[in-house]
């Protein structure tokens, strides 16, 4: 083996000359041999990593290089981590049945998507890694048996994915350790369980009152209903009210429908709210507005934490003064430490009421608004805004304050430096004139993402001064914006490619304007969306 001389990244360009070496030259000699003594320009030693089987399984992966004789190689019991997202077909029964012999050390699995893998095979692989703390399935055969073998094989399990999987409440009871054998996941702390379609109410309660070291539990079933059942047992039987650990809540249950994250919320009693003196830890918060009206002092000491609240109005065509009366005051209360806001279907939306009880907000949504406050709050400081990363206005209905919703909104982007996203639905004071103001005090320098719908006064001017001013711009979606004509559409697209932008646009209802060519990836944590709410 030569002497490589040390580049910028020695470690990835000396894997990356392993990897594309046919399969004769990794028998001679073995890679464990010859690869530690790959050396530096002085001829020392180089330390590639601690486990090089480790390193060359995720670089043949990371690259989509993995073919399945470099299994042969890499399938070592030194192994920690094995996730085949970008080599999907890799992932066979004879594939399978070689890694559940040699990596009996596997911490972390994924076989998302791996849908014609058999459920004896996921389940010989898993029944082989009783250090398994963390679990992807999500999209596979797997069932209630695959279920039984994690409760009798991975005691150490902490995350669980099993979206779109056969698993039914018999397979929860059998996570859980209420099967026959006693034996269970005891010690998991998350479990995204969405469109599991034979789970019902009943299966997610015994999840919530069995695994006692569950935080987050993310499924379409409403968790609030299932706290307050908890919270009346209690009260019924005179058991003591013992805390649960989950940090996320949520009192509306999501339709299971084709559109990923559409979500109905169902009303519940007021009442229903004092089922949070269970949860002292909850970070994360979904609600309806009638249950804050009258909401007592020791429901809102297991407020103090909140960091993610969606907040709706369960009666948007009732304009009854909710925002005003009953949101801005609960603000007040929980606003503090909010990184995240949502608020939905409301009307007399008052942004800039919102912002002065947020001083620390990093993403700010207003979804479906259906009317705006004619005199918002004037007497609040810029400040407040500087935090902000991501903001969305979406108004839903034509009538509303133009001069008030002007005044709103450059306020806002007068006074965001770090806004990384921008939304806007059918918001007719953005102008080319209105943005030319506001760019004299935010240059939006760190915008990443535009996307606007419906926004009919603007033109190109200004969607090319962000694409030029932004340092970081990945992404811009244009839906039915009518003073963008073909020619406007054509030249943002040769600047998007030029730049090495995602452009989308959709022109009028169903009608698609997409550049493939400029597509680049978005790291976008979703944390945006519902699910990791």
């Known amino acids: 083996m030569p002497v490589l001389k040390s580049p910028p990244s020695l470690q990835r360009s000396c894997l990356d000359v392993v990897c594309r070496l046919p399969r004769e030259q990794w028998d001679a000699p073995h890679i464990a041999v010859w690869l530690p003594k790959i050396t530096s320009d002085t001829r020392q030693p180089h330390n590639l990593c601690a486990n090089l089987y480790q390193s060359l399984l995720d670089h043949l992966i990371q690259?989509?290089?993995l073919?399945?004789?470099?299994?042969?190689?890499?399938?070592?019991?030194?192994l920690t981590c094995l996730r085949f997202e970008k080599c999907l077909d890799i992932i066979d029964v004879d594939s399978a049945k070689l890694i559940s012999m040699r990596c009996p050390n596997l911490e972390d699995v994924s076989l998302l998507g791996r849908k014609q893998l058999p459920v004896c095979s996921i389940q010989l692989m898993l029944g082989s890694f009783a250090r398994l703390r963390v679990l992807d399935i999500n999209y596979?055969?797997?069932?209630?048996?695959?279920?039984?073998?994690?409760?009798?094989?991975?005691?150490?399990?902490?995350?669980?994915?099993?979206?779109?999987?056969?698993?039914?409440?018999?397979?929860?009871?059998?996570?859980?350790?209420?099967?026959?054998?006693?034996?269970g996941c005891k010690k998991v702390t998350k479990l995204w369980m969405y469109d599991l379609t034979k789970v019902t109410l009943f299966g997610v309660s015994y999840v919530i009152r069995a695994l006692k070291e569950l935080k987050e539990l993310y499924t379409e079933h409403n968790i609030g209903f299932v706290v307050y059942g908890i919270y009346q047992e209690c009260l019924l039987h005179n058991l003591p009210l013992s805390p649960l650990k989950l940090d996320y809540v949520s009192f509306s249950s999501a339709t299971a429908k084709d559109s990923p994250g559409e979500k109905t919320f169902t009303?519940?009693?007021?009442?229903?709210?004092?089922?949070?003196?269970?949860?002292?830890?909850?970070?994360?918060?979904?609600?309806?507005?009638?249950?804050?009206?009258?909401?007592?002092?020791?429901?809102l000491l297991s407020l103090f934490q909140l960091k993610i609240l969606a907040l709706a109005d369960s009666n948007p065509e009732l304009s009854n003064g909710t925002f005003q009366r009953d949101v801005i005051p609960f603000l007040s209360k929980v606003g503090a430490m909010l990184e995240k806001a949502t608020l939905i279907d409301f009307s007399e939306v008052d942004v800039l009421a919102v912002a002065s009880h947020c001083p620390v907000v990093l993403s700010l949504a207003f979804q479906n608004v259906q009317g705006v406050a004619e005199e918002p709050v004037r007497q609040v400081k810029d400040s407040v805004f500087q935090s902000i990363e991501y903001f969305q206005l979406d108004i839903y209905v034509d009538d509303v304050p133009e001069e008030s919703v002007h005044y709103q909104l450059e306020r806002v982007l007068k006074n965001t430096p770090k806004l990384k996203r921008l939304h806007l639905e059918y918001v007719h004071c953005f102008t080319d004139d209105f943005m030319t103001d506001v760019m004299k005090y935010n240059k939006f320098e760190s915008l990443q993402t535009l996307k606007l719908i419906e926004c009919h006064c603007i033109t190109r001017k200004t969607i090319e001064a962000?694409?030029?001013?932004?340092?970081?711009?990945?992404?811009v979606m244009v839906v039915n914006c009518e003073k963008l004509k073909t020619t406007d559409l054509e030249y943002l697209r040769k600047l998007a490619a030029w730049r090495n932008i995602s452009f989308s646009v959709v022109e009028g209802y169903g009608k698609n304007y997409h550049d493939s060519e400029s597509d680049v990836d978005e790291n976008d944590n979703g944390e945006e969306q519902w699910e990791e709410m």
């Open 140 to 183: 596979t055969k797997a069932d209630d048996t695959t279920m039984m073998t994690l409760a009798r094989g991975c005691p150490e399990l902490q995350e669980l994915r099993i979206m779109k999987t056969n698993v039914t409440d018999v397979g929860l009871f059998e996570l859980c350790g209420l099967g026959e054998s006693g034996e």
């Open 67 to 78: 073919q399945s004789w470099h299994l042969d190689y890499v399938a070592h019991d030194r």
């Open 267 to 299: 009303p519940a009693p007021a009442s229903y709210i004092k089922a949070l003196k269970l949860c002292p830890n909850l970070t994360n918060l979904v609600i309806n507005v009638e249950m804050v009206a009258d909401i007592d002092e020791e429901v």
């Open 63 to 65: 690259t989509e290089q």
């Open 466 to 475: 962000l694409m030029n001013t932004a340092n970081n711009f990945s992404e």
